[in-house]
T-cell receptor
Framework: SAVISQKPSRDICQRGTSLTIQCQVD?????MFWYRQQPGQSLTLIAT?????????ESGFVIDKFPISRPNLTFSTLTVSNMSPEDSSIYLC???????????FGPGTRLLVL | GENVEQHPSTLSVQEGDSAVIKCTYS??????FPWYKQELGKRPQLIID?????GEKKDQRIAVTLNKTAKHFSLHITETQPEDSAVYFC??????????FGRGTSLIVHP
């Protein structure tokens, strides 16, 4: 299985500011995913990030609000821009395994926007 | 994937009883069905999965069954223990190469 780390693990931010979340994987992966999980809820896919191309965003999520970078096969960032209290959530990165047979999750970033 | 329905949303059992969680899906191209366990404050962890060419898979106290004709799959936990208490998510992967998750089942095992 892939070893995935995220930074920061948690943060408290003021509304109107932006936060960039980093996701590092210990092996090269083709597909990386960014999810949002609000308390007691399921996993909502924000976007899929492939190296060398623009991220693909799901309905309800836009690049201006959640810009994503994918500079190489082991790293990605998600920025939550112009934050509001509604953005308070856990943000998880996830990777497809090497053979494409399954998916693993990072530890998550707990974000609280005041 | 298109849509995955997961039931029940909450399941409360006594230690030692069995627990069953069911998911139905709509995408006939779905071919991979993982189950994740998420303990409070932790990341979802893959606990078992099944592919469309298999009807059942077991791993100790956990089993998953798949009925492709009816488009449903189930997680079975036998001899439940308090440490099985968590939220369980089903998911399906299909022709879109994007996984779709169920809404989750909160399993509570009472000692």
């Amino acid at each position: 299985s892939a070893v995935i780390s995220q930074k920061p693990s948690r943060d408290i931010c003021q509304r109107g500011t932006s936060l960039t979340i980093q996701c590092q994987v210990d092996s090269q992966v083709t597909m990386m995913f960014w999810y949002r999980q609000q308390p007691g809820q399921s996993l909502t896919l924000i976007a899929t990030a492939n190296q060398g191309s623009e991220a693909t965003y799901e309905s309800g999520f836009v690049i201006d609000k959640f810009p994503i970078s994918r500079p190489n096969l082991t790293f990605s960032t998600l920025t939550v821009s112009n934050m509001s209290p509604e953005d308070s959530s856990i943000y998880l990165c996830s990777v497809e395994s090497q053979g494409g047979e399954t998916q693993y999750f990072g530890p998550g970033t707990r974000l609280l926007v005041l | 994937g298109e849509n995955v329905e997961q039931h029940p949303s909450t399941l409360s059992v006594q230690e030692g009883d069995s627990a069953v969680i069911k998911c139905t899906y709509s995408d006939s191209a779905s071919n991979y069905f993982p189950w994740y366990k998420q303990e409070l404050g932790k990341r979802p962890q893959l606990i078992i999965d099944i592919r469309s060419n298999v009807g059942e898979k077991k791993d100790q106290r956990i089993a998953v069954t798949l009925n492709k004709t009816a488009k449903h799959f189930s997680l079975h936990i036998t001899e439940t223990q308090p440490e099985d208490s968590a939220v369980y998510f089903c998911a399906e992967w299909g022709g879109s190469y994007i996984p779709t998750f169920g809404r989750g089942t909160s399993l509570i095992v009472h000692p």
